[in-house]
């Protein structure tokens, strides 16, 4: 969709942290990627970041943008460019700022904003792992094409985006999130606190009583491969802590959704420490009262980053199920499967796909 489109649209993937501003044309990056710091608690300074990133994408360009589209983390009113709300990584914007007005009297272009695990997803479900996951089962002779993903984005905060049958979903209160479910092992607190940067910071810092304040994941993933020193049991600790809050939403979700995961952001490099205890969880065991044992989800889980998973996920169980007073036969897929897999676009690129698969689609409806 929109890869052989000529239009341009400036996009920006905004983190807590960094702002990450890109042009988009026929799903291309055309432009030098600027980074801009986030100043997520001054409101003034982050008003500022923004017009400055985008002005400078703006003097790439060898013509005029159509739209600026980018995305934002957290709850909204996105439908009517307003940020505003519980925004635990962007606290600055927490009593309603008209951002994309803002926007659009600067640039005099459309401006529309979406939450950004909703945008990652979207891309990634038209331009990343949805349509090369199912080119991969056709090349392997298996018809079986999944028309659903779930995507999870790791870092600064916990995000969480869903596409259904190639269309996002937002929901009527622009308000679908994950970040705010319990969190495992600890009811009452909300699970981004226990599958976020800071969470691998608090755990590493707990079990290894390191005092050094300004120690980040990256670090903590250097001490855990035995390139840093440090104490490395607590640094392959907090990874599998963290997996293990991830594990519990990932199932939660796609109990509800069924369909393929994906999950991007900087935290995934550190995902041969993480994603053992997410498929553990993926693959536990539940009862009833009566003591029946059930499968934690009702379709088996295939950690789609190994080969070999990929290879038995691929495997075409379709049977073919003869129709009652008929010659004619149905096809049965009997075994019923989804699987995991890390973004091989990363988040942001993934981000810029779909605020541009999404201002398109937008301009061609008003049109």
């Not at 942290?17 to 608690?41: G, M, Q, Y």
């Amino acid at each position: 969709m929109y890869s052989n489109d000529n239009r341009t649209v400036m996009t920006l993937d905004a983190g807590g942290t960094n702002l990450v501003f890109n042009a988009i044309r026929e799903n291309k990056v055309i432009t030098a990627e600027v980074r801009k710091p986030a100043f997520a608690s001054d409101l003034n300074a982050c008003l500022n970041s923004i017009r400055i990133g985008f002005e400078e994408i703006l003097l790439q360009l060898d013509e005029k943008p159509v739209a600026i589209s980018f995305a934002f983390p957290g709850p909204a009113d996105y439908p009517n460019g307003i940020i505003g709300g519980f925004l635990p990584n962007f606290p600055c914007f927490r009593e309603g700022v008209a951002l994309g007005a803002y926007l659009q009297n600067i640039f005099s272009l459309p401006v529309f904003i979406n939450n950004d695990a909703d945008l990652f997803t979207y891309g990634e479900a038209l331009g990343g792992v949805l349509p090369d996951i199912n080119q991969q089962l056709l090349n392997l002779g298996n018809e079986k094409q999944y028309k659903n993903l779930i995507g999870f984005t790791w870092g600064t905060g916990l995000g969480m985006g869903i596409t259904v049958d190639r269309k996002m979903h937002i929901g009527d209160n622009s308000c679908s999130e994950v970040f705010c479910l319990p969190c495992k092992g600890m009811p009452d607190v909300i699970a981004e606190e226990g599958a976020s940067i800071r969470a691998v910071k608090r755990v590493y810092n707990q079990l290894s009583g390191n005092k050094d304040p300004n120690i980040e994941p990256f670090d903590i993933f250097q001490i855990a491969e035995g390139t840093k020193i440090g104490d490395q049991k607590a640094a392959i600790a907090a990874f599998a802590a963290f997996g293990e809050v991830a594990g519990e939403i990932i199932a939660v979700t796609a109990t509800l959704i069924d369909g393929i995961v994906v999950i991007g952001g900087g935290i995934c490099n550190a995902s041969q420490y993480i994603m053992p205890s997410v498929m553990k969880i993926l693959k536990s065991k539940m009862k009833t009262l009566s003591g029946e044992t059930l499968n934690r989800l009702q379709m088996e889980v295939f950690n789609l980053d190994k080969p070999d998973d990929f290879i038995q996920f691929a495997q075409a169980d379709c049977q073919k199920i003869p129709i009652i007073g008929s010659s004619e036969t149905a096809n049965y897929y009997h075994h019923k499967k989804i699987g995991i897999i890390t973004s091989k676009l990363g988040a942001s690129y993934a981000v810029a796909i779909g605020a541009y698969a999404f201002a398109l689609n937008e301009l061609d409806n008003i049109q």
